[in-house]
């Protein structure tokens, strides 16, 4: 099966481009027509050796269609379709083309005798730990589909507060990039028009706090700016550095916990992660250590991943898994005892899911606290930089005025 990248066009002239799987380039061509498609160009795609053009359709996979993938192949399994039949089904109409190739490979091995298990363990960029061990038990059971259909909700579920914490920071980048342009068109375009004015008047003759203004803009016309950049860019560089050593990442963590709400944001979206992590896992058949190591594989934060490897070191200890959480001084009081509801009654998989929930509404309403603070917080620091340049230019005005007078 060969990859082909083609430009076509339909019968209203809108063009469209995508990757698919073919055997030859006839069999492309004849697809396209019974789609209605006349094709514009036709290359073929060799995984080893991309082009200019190939990599532009290269992308990163996305949650999204990890979970699009899981939703189609469990589908097609349960509808009586066998798993290779699916699989070239889903690489044909695969647009991604690093997934389809991935799709491609997988499908190459199953064909030679190996299980989806065993293929897809070779692609583990693709298919992390958490989603080869999901699968492996669906596979092992029997229940193939019923594991990509938990893996789906999961993958989906975890897009979902992605993009709620990037819909958070987007706002305030949104402003703080207006105040930048507002500043370089006030130094840019209106200062130099006084500072003519000003040279009129003599240094002597202005204000005070305008005199300090001039002279600040003075340094930043004359490369001083570049200083500051400089200055910025090589302790941004050195803090990274420092993240980067063991000592630097925890006080790192430390720290992000300990900001007003948004380290209550970050405990939060965890027990989010934790709680929907460790329910699908237990749902999918995967034992409880396994669970905690794939966990502690996914935390990035070393306080929070020290207080899992605790709770994992107690459950091997012989202790049970709620009364482990609330030993590690992590957890809040609602999660062990969700946990114990949950083991109790023998349902801790759906228990966790619906503190998942519980945690995601938590998610939400401190997003929108902390937004509810940051946009007037915003205003004021642009209606401040504006008022200040105003005074300072618009000051020696007012004098002028009152002089005449």
């Given at each position: 099966?060969?990859?082909?990248?083609?430009t076509?066009r339909d019968?209203?002239?809108?063009?469209?481009?995508?990757?698919?799987?073919?055997?030859?380039?006839n069999?492309?061509l004849?697809m396209?027509?019974?789609?209605g498609?006349?094709?514009?160009s036709v290359?073929?795609?060799?995984?080893?050796?991309?082009?200019?053009?190939t990599?532009?359709?290269?992308?990163?996979?996305?949650?999204?269609e990890?979970?699009?993938?899981?939703w189609q192949?469990?589908?097609?399994i349960e509808g009586?379709?066998?798993?290779?039949?699916?699989?070239e089904?889903?690489a044909?109409d695969?647009?991604n083309?690093?997934f389809q190739?991935v799709?491609s490979k997988?499908l190459?091995?199953?064909?030679?005798g190996?299980?989806f298990?065993?293929?897809?363990?070779e692609?583990p960029?693709?298919?992390n730990?958490?989603?080869?061990?999901?699968?492996?038990?669906?596979?092992?059971?029997g229940?193939?589909?019923?594991s990509?259909?938990?893996l789906?909700?999961?993958?989906?579920?975890?897009d979902?507060?992605?993009?709620?914490?990037?819909?958070a920071?987007a706002?305030p980048?949104?402003?703080?990039?207006?105040?930048?342009?507002?500043?370089?068109f006030m130094?840019?375009?209106i200062?130099p028009?006084?500072?003519?004015i000003f040279?009129q008047f003599?240094?002597g003759?202005l204000p005070v706090f305008?005199?300090?203004f001039?002279s600040?803009?003075?340094?930043?016309?004359n490369n001083f700016?570049?200083?500051?950049?400089l200055a910025a860019v090589i302790?941004?560089g050195?803090?990274i550095?420092?993240?980067k050593t063991v000592?630097?990442h925890?006080?790192?963590?430390?720290?992000k916990l300990g900001?007003?709400l948004?380290?209550?944001l970050?405990?939060?979206?965890?027990?989010v992660?934790?709680?929907?992590?460790?329910a699908t896992?237990?749902?999918g058949?995967v034992?409880?250590i396994?669970v905690?190591?794939?966990?502690i594989?996914m935390?990035?934060?070393?306080?929070i991943k020290?207080?899992?490897?605790?709770?994992?070191?107690?459950?091997?200890e012989?202790?049970n898994?709620?009364?482990?959480?609330a030993?590690?001084?992590f957890f809040?009081g609602?999660?062990?005892?969700?946990?114990?509801v949950?083991?109790e009654?023998g349902?801790l998989?759906s228990v966790?899911?619906k503190?998942a929930?519980?945690y995601e509404?938590?998610?939400?309403?401190t997003i929108m606290?902390?937004t509810?603070?940051?946009?007037?917080?915003?205003?004021?620091?642009a209606?401040?930089i504006?008022?200040v340049?105003?005074?300072?230019?618009y000051l020696?005005?007012f004098?002028?005025?009152?002089?005449?007078?």
């Amino acid at each position: 099966m060969k990859v082909y990248s083609y430009t076509a066009r339909d019968t209203n002239g809108k063009r469209h481009q995508a990757v698919r799987n073919s055997s030859n380039i006839n069999e492309l061509l004849n697809m396209l027509h019974h789609k209605g498609l006349t094709a514009v160009s036709v290359q073929e795609v060799h995984p080893g050796k991309p082009n200019g053009r190939t990599k532009l359709l290269q992308r990163k996979i996305k949650s999204s269609e990890l979970a699009s993938f899981c939703w189609q192949l469990s589908t097609m399994i349960e509808g009586g379709i066998s798993i290779t039949t699916a699989l070239e089904t889903i690489a044909r109409d695969q647009e991604n083309i690093q997934f389809q190739q991935v799709i491609s490979k997988i499908l190459e091995r199953i064909n030679k005798g190996k299980s989806f298990t065993a293929s897809i363990s070779e692609f583990p960029k693709v298919f992390n730990r958490l989603a080869f061990s999901i699968i492996m038990a669906g596979e092992s059971s029997g229940n193939l589909p019923a594991s990509l259909q938990r893996l789906a909700r999961y993958f989906n579920d975890r897009d979902k507060l992605k993009k709620k914490l990037q819909a958070a920071t987007a706002y305030p980048v949104f402003v703080f990039t207006f105040i930048v342009f507002i500043v370089i068109f006030m130094m840019t375009f209106i200062v130099p028009r006084f500072k003519v004015i000003f040279n009129q008047f003599g240094a002597g003759q202005l204000p005070v706090f305008t005199r300090g203004f001039m002279s600040f803009y003075e340094a930043m016309r004359n490369n001083f700016i570049y200083v500051i950049i400089l200055a910025a860019v090589i302790i941004a560089g050195s803090i990274i550095a420092y993240t980067k050593t063991v000592k630097g990442h925890y006080i790192f963590s430390k720290i992000k916990l300990g900001i007003p709400l948004i380290g209550n944001l970050f405990v939060q979206s965890f027990l989010v992660m934790f709680c929907r992590t460790m329910a699908t896992l237990l749902a999918g058949g995967v034992s409880v250590i396994e669970v905690f190591d794939i966990l502690i594989a996914m935390t990035d934060n070393d306080i929070i991943k020290s207080a899992v490897t605790r709770t994992k070191k107690y459950i091997i200890e012989g202790s049970n898994i709620h009364l482990s959480a609330a030993a590690s001084g992590f957890f809040p009081g609602l999660v062990v005892k969700m946990m114990q509801v949950g083991e109790e009654s023998g349902s801790l998989p759906s228990v966790l899911d619906k503190t998942a929930e519980y945690y995601e509404r938590k998610v939400d309403s401190t997003i929108m606290t902390v937004t509810s603070i940051l946009e007037p917080l915003m205003i004021v620091t642009a209606g401040s930089i504006v008022l200040v340049v105003v005074i300072a230019l618009y000051l020696p005005i007012f004098s002028m005025s009152k002089i005449t007078k």
